[in-house]
């Protein structure tokens, strides 16, 4: 059909051999896109994908998302040229064809995704006239996508981060109060509910019954049942996940009150270590006392909750490192998001003062030592398997920018700052002012 129905287009009389090839490569993906559509939309495939990435009829709708999908690739190799023009020229192309797409089939989540996450990167990017506009679009786009798939957790997911940027610009956060929106915990808090067991095994029950059958659905459910790798890590996906909102939520904490009190400090240091250790040191909270969660995160000694291990000077211990039995796990076993979420939390600590009644700890003595637990625990993101970490996505995140610009607001760059600082260097991180730039 498709040979019979398509055709390439015309080249001039005195064109060049790359110019043939160009046309006979567009032809060619053409041809794919129908043949891929078509096959995806026969009934007997039909039961085997989730409906949420369904493609229809049309293959100009799977043709403009490879499309914006290509110009995300030539962004990520401008960033890696340190090109800011071509970086945000190719987020620009990306963003149109998948609007384009999104008209087309407005129900598929794969382009909805895409769509709302090149919005986020927009909003965030360095020089864009209204960045506040980028991410109220995005919350837009994933509020209507929760609306009509609330099955889906990733979306749901994606809404109260998009949530929690939007918060940090004045204007939208006084819109959504006037129009009495939730905020990002409210939307943290009904997502530990979806990722309740119950929830997850009702679900799957559902694509069980006579006329909601459905093998796609069905293997979306049972996969946040398999064990997350590395296998000895005896995690779900559902459980790690579950420990990624969790920590989002702490994370929330600092960023709605930039200055908690003491005992609303120790409690989200103590709800992240509880989500990032593993075996008995999970328990340790039971007798740990309040600052568990405080010594776990950060190198301080576990017993006496006083100066750093072994009885160093914090100067001493700063030069040399952590003690390795206070590194926490190194099996990455509780999971990427875990890790990348606690790097953030830890990031956003670097704003907060110690908690009064702890370990004596003077303000640089605290950001120091956030910051050095900030680059363990991406460290540890890394060492997953099949880790989903992004130098260009990490280097737009809002929460990480304190620790990798080495300062806090508009101030000078500090001592403790190179910490974060050569840690982006060593990951391709740019830490430029230009890049570095916060929006307004």
């Known amino acids: 059909m498709a040979a019979t129905l398509m055709e390439g287009r015309e080249v001039e009389p005195g064109a060049t051999d790359r110019d043939r090839r160009d046309a006979d490569r567009g032809l060619y993906e053409r041809v794919a896109c129908y ?3 078509k096959i995806l939309a026969d009934p007997r495939s039909q039961d085997r994908i989730p409906r949420w990435e369904s493609w ?9 998302y490879r499309l914006g999908t290509k110009a995300q690739e030539d962004a990520l190799a401008a960033n890696k040229r340190r090109d800011v023009d071509g970086e945000r020229a190719g ?3 990306a963003l149109k064809h998948f609007e384009e797409a999104a008209a087309l089939v407005p129900g598929n989540l794969t382009v909805r995704l895409h769509q709302a996450g090149v919005r986020e990167l927009m909003g965030q990017f360095p020089g864009v006239t209204d960045p506040g506009d980028h991410i109220r679009r995005a919350v837009e786009i994933y509020t209507y996508c929760v609306q009509l798939w609330p099955e889906h957790i990733e979306t749901a997911y994606r809404l109260s ?4 940027e939007e918060s940090r610009h004045p204007a939208h956060r006084e819109e959504r109060a006037r129009r009495r929106e939730p905020a990002s915990r409210e939307h943290l808090r009904l997502l530990l509910g979806r ?8 679900r799957y029950a559902r694509t069980l019954l006579p006329g909601r059958r459905n093998l796609g659905e069905r293997r979306y459910w049972r996969q946040w049942w398999a064990m997350e790798r590395p296998r000895p890590s005896l995690r779900t996906r559902r459980r790690s996940f579950r420990g990624a909102v969790r920590i989002a939520s702490a994370a929330e904490v600092l960023r709605e009150n930039g200055s908690p009190g003491p005992d609303e400090l120790r409690a989200a240091f103590r709800n992240v270590a509880r989500e990032v250790t593993g075996g008995w040191a999970r328990w340790g909270r ?3 006392g309040p600052d568990w969660g405080l010594r776990r995160l950060l190198y301080a000694d576990h017993r006496t909750g006083a100066d750093h291990v072994g009885g160093d000077t ?8 952590s003690a390795p039995r206070h590194r926490g796990s190194n099996r990455a076993a509780a999971g990427y998001l875990v890790n990348y979420n606690t790097a953030c939390f830890l990031s956003l600590a670097l704003a907060t003062r110690p908690p009064a009644g702890s370990a004596a700890w003077t303000d640089d003595e605290w950001r120091e030592d956030c910051a050095r637990a900030a680059v363990v625990q991406l460290n540890t993101s890394l060492r997953v398997t099949r880790s ?13 920018r304190p620790l990798f610009t080495g300062r806090l607001g508009g101030g000078p760059v500090t001592a403790w700052g190179e910490i974060g600082r050569n840690w982006a260097r060593f990951t391709g991180i740019d830490v430029t002012e230009e890049a570095a730039a916060a929006p307004p």
């Not at 914090?314 to 490192?321: F, V, Y």
Request: hydrophobic share 45%.
């Open 35 to 37: 043949c891929t559509v």
């Open 56 to 64: 229809g009829d049309d293959p100009d709708a799977y043709l403009l």
């Open 91 to 93: 987020h620009e192309r």
């Open 161 to 164: 981060i998009a949530r929690a």
């Open 195 to 202: 990722l309740s067991r119950r929830a997850i095994l009702r």
């Open 286 to 288: 039971l007798w740990g």
């Open 314 to 321: 914090h100067s001493r211990a700063g030069i040399a490192g």
């Open 388 to 400: 989903q970490f992004s130098a260009a996505w990490a280097e737009r995140d809002t929460d990480l």
